[in-house]
């Protein structure tokens, strides 16, 4: 008898084993976000330029704007990070250049999901806003300056910074010519030097140093580009705060640096 009343609880424990399935659960570190879960929500709009460089609802519109390539969603085992979230990410990065580890301790999430981020925005800028908010030189155009500066005769070779027609809004390194005989070269020249300024203060990364690899610097300097034309386009506010002192600017600066940096524009605008 008790052979048998044990053989029945075996038999019944190896059902009940058997029909039991483990719940699935979402792995992942359990990282604290307090910062961008309960005190970004209540920033102001200045305290939104102060940090991201743009207002909330800029913001917003950025988001909308890129989330047909950024959306992603739940797996079974891992929960995505928002979409809004990872928009912030990257722009910190760009805004500041901060360390990937000092960023992900501030979001609440891991090194690698810091740089995805940073990569996966800028892709998706490339993608969705360069295009609209940069305008490239195409061949015609540059035909069109050669023939001008050929009869033009007085002209300087160089490789600047262009602008576009509205003050304060960079485009992309291009190689083309400042003629001397122009009375406009004066008031061009400041509105190029203006842009650049602007550019690096509002968007630091493209004014320190930068150890990504090639392929990301490229991309994040055009995204750097698309996103001050964008906070133009809206009216954003610039902070004074944010000019490089000139002292700033060159501080670090090595002997040959300037070649370095014309050899460097000269392959980014090549593979453009």
């Known amino acids: 008898e008790d052979k ?7 038999t019944r424990m190896a059902l009940l084993l058997r029909n039991y399935r483990c719940k699935p659960s979402v792995w992942a570190f359990n990282q604290a976000s307090l910062w961008w879960d309960f005190i970004v929500p209540a920033f102001t709009n200045v305290q939104w330029v ?4 743009m207002f909330e609802e800029t913001f917003d519109f950025l988001c909308i ?13 891992r929960d995505c990070v928002p979409l809004k979230k990872r928009a912030a990410i990257a722009l910190w990065k760009l805004a500041t250049a901060s360390g990937y580890r000092s960023i992900g301790h501030l979001f609440g999430v891991g ?103 090639i392929q990301l610097v490229k991309s994040m300097v055009l995204t750097c580009c698309a996103l001050h034309n964008l906070c133009e386009d809206h009216g954003e506010t610039y902070e004074t705060s944010w000019d490089v002192p000139e002292a700033a600017a060159e501080q670090g600066v090595e002997e040959g640096s300037r070649d370095v940096r014309d050899g460097l524009m000269q392959y980014l605008t090549y593979k453009s």
Not at 4 to 10: G, P
Not at 50 to 53: E, T, V
Not at 185 to 213: H, I, M
């Open 111 to 213: 090194i690698t999901t810091v740089y995805r981020c940073v990569q996966e925005f800028c892709a998706a800028a490339e993608t969705l806003l360069v295009p609209e908010l940069i305008r490239f030189s195409d061949e015609e155009r540059f035909r069109e300056m050669a023939v001008h500066i050929e009869n033009r005769g007085k002209v300087v070779e160089c490789v600047y910074w262009t602008a576009r027609e509205l003050p304060g809004k960079p485009l992309l390194v291009t190689a083309g010519y400042y003629i001397l005989g122009d009375s406009t070269y004066p008031f061009r020249t400041l509105v190029v030097e203006n842009a650049f300024g602007r550019l690096k203060g509002q968007w630091r990364s493209v004014l320190k140093r930068n150890d990504c690899d």
């Open 65 to 77: 704007k890129l989330r047909p390539v950024m959306e992603r969603q739940n797996t079974t085992f």
């Open 4 to 10: 048998r009343i044990q053989t029945r609880r075996r």
């Open 50 to 53: 102060q940090n991201f460089r």
